[in-house]
């Protein structure tokens, strides 16, 4: 376990037990094996530091959370016990740690399933966990759990929670590359938040209407978005949004050709999430600086940070972020001449992308692979994707990638 991860742990502890509780959980832990421990690097130049990075397996978190709830259930009343379950299972989520969340919920739900004195408790271990599927890219699943915790959350006049809710509800359908739809979502946020003060949750928000527009072009929105955002992070000191927010800015500066503001973006995103294990934004960030050198043309360092990140999403089961790796790998084949491989690579994205009914980033891949196609002089298979990719920029009106796709066309 990292000494974030522990740190994690050891707090929780404090939160629900005293000294000598604390100190009989660590005796549990005498004689348990030594694990392989962190692999300590000398380097220090910048890149070769993030790529040298190893996780831990989750087998040392699993075995420790476990020993945990058990620990925990004997000492604790039913509504202490439900709410230490609730955080436990939010950090393990951070950590990345996925099966040991679904586990912790489990414990939850069997104890306050049932149970009307215990319902706010389900309804956030109910929300928690469709924020497990939204990583996972089980978008439908996710869906049909946050009704039912948003009907908890009414039920029990929690409107933070029913937020929380639509917020998610919002970023699954950014995700599917359903803008419309998801902006609708978060305007039905603001018209909750207009009337209460909550600058978590408005931040919150506030990043999602950023990242939409960015999506649609409108730069200047989305970073008038962002900066607002990060001014309410900074004062609240959240630093888990603030990681969010610095990788959002790098997409942004990368859609603007600003490659050096992207960097150092995406590298203040990358030192943080390191530093507290966050290990779902390290997959997207690596992958997003990976795309960075793509357009830097340093495809070298592209494929590495894309090996990097594919790594972290293998292990987190995250599949959008798989799909994704595919495409840049097949933008990096393209790119040095190895058309054949660079098309398998594209058309496994795509493969993933439609099993995920991912409209954006299946017409991100079309465009790609169009312009493969145009390389490999099978102009109508070129036609084919990009007019495909077109159909999607238009539904969402992205006049740059219009006008740019219409160029490639007309060269056809």
Same mark, same amino acid.
Request: proline share 0%; with cysteine; charged share 25%.
């Given at each position: 376990m990292?000494?974030?991860?522990?740190?994690?742990?050891?707090?929780? /502890?404090?939160?629900?037990?005293?000294?000598?509780?604390?100190? *009989?959980y660590?005796?549990?832990? %005498?004689?348990k094996?030594?694990?392989?421990?962190?692999?300590?690097?000398?380097?220090?130049?910048?890149?070769?530091?993030?790529?040298?990075? *190893?996780f831990?397996?989750?087998?040392?978190? @699993?075995?420790?959370?476990?020993?945990?709830?058990?620990?925990?259930?004997?000492?604790?009343?039913?509504?202490?016990? =439900?709410?230490?379950l609730?955080?436990?299972?939010?950090?393990?989520?951070?950590q990345?740690?996925?099966?040991?969340? $679904?586990?912790?919920l489990?414990?939850?739900?069997?104890? =306050?399933?049932?149970?009307?004195?215990?319902?706010?408790? #389900?309804?956030?271990? /109910?929300?928690?966990?469709?924020?497990?599927?939204?990583?996972q890219? $089980?978008?439908?699943?996710?869906?049909?759990?946050?009704?039912?915790?948003?009907l908890?959350?009414?039920?029990?006049?929690?409107?933070?929670?029913y937020?929380?809710? $639509?917020?998610?509800?919002?970023?699954? @359908?950014?995700?599917?590359?359903?803008?419309?739809?998801?902006?609708?979502?978060?305007?039905?946020?603001?018209?909750?938040?207009?009337?209460?003060n909550?600058?978590?949750?408005?931040?919150?928000?506030? !990043?999602?209407?950023?990242?939409?527009?960015?999506?649609?072009?409108?730069?200047?929105?989305s970073?008038?978005?962002?900066?607002?955002?990060?001014?309410?992070?900074?004062?609240?000191?959240n630093?888990?949004?603030?990681?969010?927010?610095?990788?959002?800015?790098?997409?942004? @500066?990368?859609?603007?050709? $600003?490659?050096?503001?992207?960097?150092?973006?995406?590298?203040?995103?990358?030192?943080?999430?390191?530093?507290?294990?966050?290990?779902?934004?390290?997959?997207?960030?690596y992958?997003?600086?990976?795309f960075?050198?793509?357009q830097?043309?340093?495809?070298?360092l592209?494929?590495?940070?894309?090996?990097?990140s594919? *790594?972290?999403?293998?292990?987190?089961?995250?599949?959008?972020?798989?799909?994704?790796?595919?495409k840049?790998?097949?933008i990096?084949?393209?790119?040095?001449?190895?058309?054949?491989?660079?098309?398998?690579?594209?058309?496994?994205s !795509?493969?993933?992308?439609?099993?995920?009914e991912? %409209?954006?980033? @299946?017409?991100?891949?079309?465009? *790609?692979?169009?312009?493969?196609?145009?390389?490999?002089?099978?102009?109508?298979?070129?036609?084919?994707?990009?007019?495909?990719?077109?159909?999607?920029?238009?539904?969402?009106?992205?006049?740059?990638?219009?006008? #740019?796709?219409?160029?490639?066309?007309?060269?056809?």
């Amino acid at each position: 376990m990292t000494k974030e991860a522990q740190h994690i742990v050891e707090k929780i /502890l404090g939160s629900y037990f005293d000294k000598r509780e604390i100190s *009989e959980y660590k005796n549990l832990l %005498k004689g348990k094996p030594l694990g392989a421990g962190d692999k300590v690097s000398s380097l220090t130049n910048l890149n070769k530091t993030q790529l040298s990075s *190893e996780f831990p397996s989750g087998s040392e978190f @699993h075995y420790n959370i476990n020993l945990l709830v058990t620990f925990a259930k004997d000492r604790l009343t039913d509504v202490s016990f =439900a709410e230490f379950l609730v955080h436990l299972a939010d950090s393990s989520i951070i950590q990345g740690e996925f099966s040991s969340a $679904e586990q912790i919920l489990d414990n939850l739900s069997r104890l =306050a399933g049932k149970r009307d004195d215990l319902n706010s408790f #389900y309804a956030h271990g /109910l929300f928690l966990l469709a924020t497990v599927y939204s990583r996972q890219a $089980e978008w439908k699943k996710s869906i049909s759990i946050l009704n039912k915790a948003k009907l908890l959350f009414e039920k029990e006049k929690d409107f933070r929670g029913y937020v929380r809710c $639509e917020n998610l509800l919002g970023v699954i @359908h950014l995700d599917y590359g359903k803008l419309v739809k998801a902006e609708k979502y978060f305007e039905n946020c603001l018209s909750y938040l207009n009337i209460r003060n909550d600058s978590n949750l408005m931040g919150m928000i506030e !990043i999602n209407l950023g990242v939409i527009n960015g999506m649609k072009g409108s730069y200047e929105e989305s970073y008038n978005y962002f900066h607002r955002a990060l001014i309410k992070f900074n004062k609240l000191k959240n630093v888990i949004r603030i990681i969010e927010l610095r990788h959002n800015l790098a997409l942004l @500066h990368t859609y603007r050709h $600003e490659y050096k503001s992207a960097l150092g973006e995406i590298d203040q995103s990358i030192d943080f999430a390191t530093r507290l294990n966050y290990l779902s934004n390290l997959a997207i960030s690596y992958l997003t600086k990976a795309f960075i050198y793509i357009q830097l043309n340093d495809l070298s360092l592209a494929n590495a940070f894309s090996e990097k990140s594919l *790594e972290l999403s293998y292990k987190l089961d995250d599949r959008l972020s798989v799909a994704d790796n595919f495409k840049l790998k097949g933008i990096i084949e393209r790119e040095n001449g190895n058309f054949n491989l660079s098309e398998a690579h594209f058309l496994t994205s !795509i493969r993933i992308n439609e099993e995920l009914e991912n %409209k954006m980033n @299946h017409a991100e891949t079309s465009l *790609e692979l169009g312009i493969l196609y145009k390389k490999m002089n099978k102009n109508d298979k070129a036609i084919s994707y990009l007019q495909s990719s077109l159909n999607y920029y238009k539904s969402i009106k992205h006049t740059e990638q219009i006008d #740019y796709i219409n160029s490639i066309l007309h060269g056809l």
